[in-house]
């Protein structure tokens, strides 16, 4: 699982060496940023299952769907939230590439299911952040950038 | 491998459930620590001859046949390898406490490492003792309590005290190689 700490302690033992003076820098650049995504991360398992509810019913409006369906694309929407907080916690997007985005396209073709709702639902969440009340700015800012580069994988 | 957050990560996912507020208590400890850890880790790279040294230096002394024609330590050469092997370990050591997880110690230097030595007729009673001195060392520089060493005149801040949980955290990452060992 790739993190900041793991991808320097990798290259470090990949040449066999201590870590650096400058090793150690890129981690406290890490440590450094980590309060604001832990923060998301926090307040998101909070709200997790609001944010997958609220897209939902964007997402199927009024219209008459089965509910099976729905339950359905509100699993897959409270996944691939999880995903983003685990993504918050380790400060990389190593669980969304490795849980979520490898094979997604095929599974999401295969089962003939539209990209566009799950980018209209993520895009949902995305523009519907409240700050301060839900998080801090930037937190908000971490968890944004997450729901795009998912959007950008789906798109 | 993995570090404390990716660990988190994995036992989290194996629930399937979201990281929330009681697991992130203990990572928000290790960011705010991260100081102390970093410094720690800086302790073992910036001493590590000198430990690796002692500790081989120290387990020759209090067993002086090693040295001698058909001891474990002789010739040089056979020297040279418990050097470089006790320069590995404290490698491995750094990244644990660096990552604040132990599985890349696991994972590159402990598996297999009690195979490896008896294969190569390495007595483990010394190599351990060794890795114990090399703890103490270590701890002692952490927390700045070694004494007599006259590097550390005058430039001594004084916080020593203040990484004794890393400290520990270290020793028990020693322990564990100690522990695969025995």
Redesign the interface.
Known sequence: ???A??T???S??AA?????ISD?ES??GS?DR??AR?EA??K???Y?DKYTTNALDEVYGNGSYEQANKDKCARDIHHY??LI??CL???GT??LDE?GIAGMREVIRAQLLPTAAYIEAFTYIRDNVQIPSEMGQQAATEFKALLDYLINALA | MLDAFSRAVVSADSKGSPIGSAELASLKKYVADANKRIDATLAITQNVSCIAADAVSGMVCENTGLTQPGGNCYPTRRMAACLRDGEIILRYVSYALLSGDPSILDDRCINGLKETYIALGVPMANAIRAIEIMKIATVAIMTETNTGRKMFDGINSGSGAECKDIASEAASYFDRVITALS
């Open positions: 699982m790739k993190s700490v793991t320097v302690v990798t470090a033992d066999g060496r201590f870590p650096t150690l981690v406290k440590f980590a309060p832990l991360a926090e998101l398992a909070v997790l939230l999880r907080n685990y916690v380790t400060g190593g669980p849980w």
